[in-house]
């Protein structure tokens, strides 16, 4: 499985910005998918993520300011970013979780967020 970011870049306090991840490969091995970030001298955190029931999880910090969506017939993942601030500057991952225990997490390379006026 290939996971694809894109849409990174500069924001700007206030605005928004859109990520995507695609996927390729062996799709079929994909349980759900998901947003994780990483900032600067900090662990990876979970950001937005589908769950194994379709339900969505967010963290607190960006709860109301973030949404996940997918579309299916692309095979392909949305975050959509509002309201951004400063401590949103970070390195964002498409995660996919596997279907099966044995496989590990896949993981796109990174798109690099960076917010600041």
């Known amino acids: 499985v290939d996971l694809v970011e894109s849409g990174g870049g500069l924001g700007h306090p206030g605005r928004s910005l859109r990520l995507s991840c695609a996927a390729s490969g062996s799709i079929d091995n994909i349980d759900y998918r998901g947003w994780y970030r990483q900032a600067p001298g900090k662990r990876r955190e979970l950001v937005a993520t589908f769950t194994r029931d379709g339900d969505t999880n967010y963290a607190d910090s960006v709860k109301g300011r973030f949404t996940i969506s997918r579309d299916n017939a692309k095979k392909t993942v949305h975050l959509q970013m509002n309201m951004l601030t400063p401590e949103d500057t970070a390195v964002y991952y498409c995660?996919?979780?596997?279907?099966?225990?044995?496989?590990?997490?896949?993981w796109g390379q990174g798109t690099q967020v960076t917010v600041s006026s």
């Open positions: 995660h996919a979780a596997p279907k099966l225990a044995d496989f590990p997490d896949y």
